[in-house]
């Protein structure tokens, strides 16, 4: 299983960015994908997922800024965040439970500036 996060990148508050997470090695369309954030010196949070079904849970913090989507012919899940803020920088990594285990992405990085 390899899941290959892009997208992060320097923006300033306000802006958007689009992540994505492509997936290969897996029946994509079972499982569910969740996006995770590290802000610098912190622990690992849980932004978003999105089931297998479609339904999409957010985090308090990124409800009504960020929508999370998948397309399961391309194996791809995506996160659209808008009007970001400082507080949402740091490495963001998808992850998906398969196998009795959570495959985890390399990251992704944003930087929020103010």
């Known amino acids: 299983v390899q899941l290959q996060a892009s997208g992060g990148g320097l923006v300033q508050a306000g802006g958007s960015l689009r992540l994505s997470c492509a997936a290969s090695g897996i029946v994509f369309n079972l499982y569910t994908v969740s996006w995770y954030r590290q802000p610098p010196g912190k622990q690992r949070e849980l932004v978003a997922a999105?089931?297998?079904?479609?339904?999409?849970n957010y985090s308090e913090s990124m409800k009504g800024r960020a929508t999370i989507s998948r397309d399961n012919i391309r194996r791809t899940v995506y996160l659209q965040m808008n009007n970001l803020k400082p507080d949402d920088t740091g490495d963001y990594y998808c992850k998906v439970p398969a196998r009795g285990r959570d495959f985890w992405g390399r990251g992704t990085q944003v930087t929020v500036s103010s």
């Open positions: 999105i089931g297998n079904s479609g339904t999409p």
